[in-house]
């Protein structure tokens, strides 16, 4: 099926079963410890193995030499492998730095080699008594001291950078100004499972359960790694739990299991300790961002330039800070660059919001700073510079300079459907209307310092959310049998986000069933390919795949019922046409009736922007004498298309509001920038949010559907939560203490120096 008109009235408007707020139906499986991931799968393959693997004590160089003997007497090992003995491996498309090390290493903890012992204990002993020489080399670990060295870097299917009018021009006149620079931290995943696999061989063909957020590329990424082709790769995640982009692309737990247990000729399982996951996996990396804004003194945006520099390995991609500012607020002039310097730390990539939650951090924060020289209202200043069309349409990847080539610009924005395109739905500033009634921001005081509830300074922060609408291919095989119930099969995930549920909801709607007689089966590579988990995309592109599945079947057995399928009413399981009706169950019989199909999005993308908006307000103590900063009340007013399962969407949001509020007081990656890696890589030295960080918090969606969007009128909202509210933390805290930090996480140390007196 093609989406390429606004969706009309459909079956999903009858909102009898989505838009409810069902509980997820995966939550007594885990609730009950029964839900069994990858590591827990005894039941899938007899004989298994345990595999360790081992990481690189140095960052960069190369391995002179590796012995083994020991390592390979102690008791119970089976083999090792390590590069020497592996075989020929290719570097996955998907992959910046090769998953298997060695002679050369890229990073810090890269894999060089897995032992397998017949328990756990055994091989993680044996990898102690492995000997590696090395040869270190010289490696750049520091983002400011390679930041001069940073080249533009596309973004997307977007250039890294563009222009709009005259910047610099616009800015040097501008009445009020502000030109700031800011910081924000390396962080890591952090998710509750680590990555995990069991591998097993079937002679050439291979079977792994994992803990994977996208099938079908990690399918594809193991078959070119291996060097066999993927009809012989079989990749089956029922249960993910958690990954926040860090298992969207193959890892080294998948490689290693598969090759140790090709080695050992039985069935081997691996997981990644936890101190080798911030090194060994993948991580946001850390930005420098400048943000200059200028604007008249009615308060009306004239110019406004976002500077954004991050790391990466030779290869990796870019955390682009500055590339919502494209789009969210107006201003005739405008420059926005996103740079990308060489960095010989582990692998950074994917996690929740890339490019948005650091930008926003920076860019909400700016604002904030903007609207007091102005002298107004923080809300105020934003709805003076919303906009309905997006103001800066970036060029393609590969286009000319903008700045330099004037000419050229003005000729590629001819050739676009429309140079400012306006949003499917946007509506930011109800979203802020709505939030500072409920929150009583109409109570915070605009002088900062001056609210006290005994030794605690009071203060309220506000930050916009924006994060795009993405969607993608997405496909399902839907059966209904001979008893009335429907199987739904898709190879989509579940990654905590409730993707069961609401792709039971959805067949449930469109084929007239009770909930409790849908089956959902999901993350195994035998199904059709989904859009996977990632992105913000999965919730309304895996729907919309089982939607289109379901509008194949509803055809077939209208077709077999002799009714025409345009007026057929599917309901209570019957199917009616007048006065006339049929059980499903019947006309599946003991064949039942099969059908797939796939979504597929087309030039709706092009006409117009989609994307998701919100507005986060917090409100912080922060202590007089010590400067700890406490978390009192949190509320995010999201407007993100038809909700489909207001619960467990709201675990979403909350969900993310918690990893912002870890971005903005807490999380941090340490770089030991002598020998380059990050030094508290466990959960007792990376720093979370627990429970008692994290007070009340509340959730509004606006009553809201975009037919542009999908044909459930949906859009994402998964990641949503976490944009913004770093900044709005932030922007409470210095309406607290009248300290603005600049560098996150805004840590104690940073605040208690200039604090006001505690007296």
Same mark, same amino acid.
Not at 188 to 210: F, I, K, N, Q
């Given at each position: ?8 009235? =459909? ?145 997307? =299917? ?53 803990? =994977? ?66 090194? =060994? ?479």
């Amino acid at each position: 099926m093609k989406f390429d008109t606004p969706a009309g009235n =459909n079956p999903i408007d009858q909102l009898k079963v989505v838009g409810q707020p069902v509980d997820r139906i995966d939550g007594p499986l885990k609730t009950t410890g029964t839900a069994a991931y990858a590591y827990d799968r005894y039941d899938v393959v007899p004989n298994q193995a345990y595999g360790y693997v081992l990481g690189s004590a140095i960052a960069k160089g190369r391995i002179l030499s590796m012995d083994l003997s020991a390592a390979k007497a102690a008791p119970g090992v089976i083999t090792i492998v390590n590069a020497q003995n592996a075989g020929k491996l290719a570097k996955g498309d998907l992959n910046t730095a090769k998953l298997l090390g060695g002679p050369e290493i890229q990073h810090y903890h890269q894999a060089i080699a897995v032992v397998v012992a017949e328990t756990f204990e055994q091989a993680r002993a044996a990898a102690q008594l492995i000997r590696v020489d090395y040869a270190r080399g010289k490696g750049s670990y520091d983002l400011a001291e390679v930041k001069n060295k940073a080249s533009p870097a596309d973004v997307f =299917n977007s250039a890294g950078e563009t222009a709009v009018g005259n910047f610099t021009g616009a800015f040097s006149s501008a009445p009020v100004q502000l030109d700031a620079s800011y910081r924000t931290a390396h962080e890591s995943h952090s998710m509750l499972e680590p990555h995990a696999s069991v591998a097993a061989w079937d002679g050439d063909r291979l079977s792994l359960w994992t803990s =994977n957020q996208m099938i079908a590329w990690a399918v594809s990424d193991m078959a070119k790694t291996l060097g066999i082709s993927k009809e012989k790769i079989r990749v089956m995640s029922p249960y993910v739990g958690g990954g926040f982009g860090a298992k969207l692309f193959l890892r080294s737990d998948a490689l290693m299991a598969a090759l140790a247990a090709r080695a050992a000729k039985r069935p081997v399982k691996v997981a990644l300790q936890r101190a080798l996951i911030p090194n =060994n996996t993948v991580h946001r990396s850390a930005t420098i961002q400048r943000v200059r804004i200028g604007a008249a003194k009615d308060g009306k945006i004239t110019a406004i330039g976002h500077e954004s520099w991050s790391g990466n390995l030779a290869g990796g991609g870019v955390e682009a800070g500055a590339v919502q500012t494209r789009a969210l607020y107006a201003g005739a002039n405008r420059m926005t660059s996103n740079r990308l310097a060489p960095l010989d730390l582990p692998e950074a990539n994917a996690m929740r919001a890339p490019n948005e939650a650091p930008g926003l951090a920076v860019l909400e924060i700016a604002m904030d700073e903007m609207a007091e020289k102005l002298g107004l209202d923080p809300i105020e200043f934003r709805i003076r510079n919303d906009t309905q069309v997006v103001p800066d349409f970036p060029a393609k990847p590969g286009s000319s300079d903008p700045q330099s080539k004037k000419g050229e610009q003005k000729e590629k924005e001819a050739e676009r459907p429309n140079p400012h395109p306006p949003f499917s739905k946007r509506q930011l500033v109800q979203c802020f209307q709505i939030g500072a009634q409920r929150f009583g921001w109409d109570k915070r005081s605009s002088s900062p310092g001056q609210v006290r509830d005994g030794r605690w300074l009071i203060g309220m922060g506000v930050a916009s959310a924006f994060r795009d609408n993405l969607v993608t291919k997405s496909a399902a095989r839907v059966r209904l049998d001979g008893r009335g119930g429907v199987t739904v099969e898709t190879d989509m995930t579940d990654i905590g986000t409730g993707s069961y549920t609401i792709i039971a909801q959805t067949a449930a709607e469109m084929l007239g069933v009770p909930l409790n007689k849908v089956k959902v089966r999901l993350g195994d590579s035998s199904f059709p390919v989904s859009c996977g988990s990632g992105g913000q995309w999965g919730g309304n592109s895996s729907t919309s795949g089982v939607y289109a599945a379901c509008m194949k079947l509803r055809e077939a057995v209208a077709q077999k019922a002799g009714f025409s399928a345009n007026d057929a009413v599917f309901a209570d399981g019957q199917i009616r046409s007048g006065t006339q009706s049929v059980a499903l169950a019947e006309l599946a019989g003991a064949r039942g009736i099969v059908a797939e199909d796939a979504i597929e999005f087309d030039k709706l993308n092009e006409q117009y922007q989609q994307s998701t908006f919100g507005a986060h307000f917090v409100e912080v103590g922060v202590d007089a004498v010590t400067g700890e900063t406490r978390v009192r009340r949190m509320l995010a007013v999201c407007a993100a298309g038809r909700i489909l399962n207001p619960k467990t969407a709201r675990s979403q949001v909350i969900g993310a509001m918690t990893m912002g509020v870890g971005a903005a007081l807490m999380e941090e990656l340490a770089v030991d920038t002598r020998i380059g890696f990050f030094v508290n890589h466990d959960l007792a030295g990376y720093e979370v949010p627990v429970h008692a960080d994290i007070p009340h918090q509340e959730v509004i969606f606006l009553d809201e559907t975009d037919p542009i969007s999908s044909p459930m009128k949906a859009k994402g909202v998964g990641e949503l939560g976490i944009c913004g509210i770093a900044a709005a933390v932030a922007n409470a805290v210095y309406n607290a203490t009248g300290v603005r930090v600049r560098d996150y996480p805004i840590t104690l140390d940073k605040l208690i120096g200039k604090m006001p007196s505690a007296v």
